[in-house]
């Protein structure tokens, strides 16, 4: 899979993966900073679960963000970690590309899982 990417906002070429499997991208930039810190490894699942307070990876304007997914009132919106970052509002769950399920450590006992 060829993934390009700036510090913020990547695109995604599907290679050969079908659109269902699970994928790994590598997080550049520190909007995600403290929980995903630059350069480590994250594990997207197209058909994961998507709820308030997840991490997933969406698509805005063109363009695909990793965030924090927040519901409130019945407004969807994708927060960064960071708050020197602007809160995006989303239309609707239609531009969640899937939901972030593992982050890869060094080792095996640093790898988290987010289910």
Request: glycine share 8%; net charge negative; hydrophobic share 40%.
């Amino acid at each position: 899979m060829e993934v390009e990417m700036d510090v913020e906002h990547f695109t995604i070429d599907g290679g050969g993966c079908a659109s269902d499997e699970p994928f790994a991208l590598q997080v550049l930039g520190d909007s995600m900073e403290p929980e995903f810190e630059h350069g480590c490894i994250i594990v997207i699942d197209p058909a994961g679960v998507i709820q308030n307070g997840c991490f997933v990876l969406a698509e805005v304007n063109g363009e695909h963000i990793f965030r924090q997914l927040l519901v409130q009132e019945d407004r969807l919106y994708l927060k960064p970690m960071r708050s020197s970052y602007d809160i995006v509002e989303i239309p609707n769950l239609k531009v969640i590309a899937g939901v972030i399920v593992q982050k890869a450590g060094t080792r095996r006992s640093q790898h988290k899982r987010y289910d």
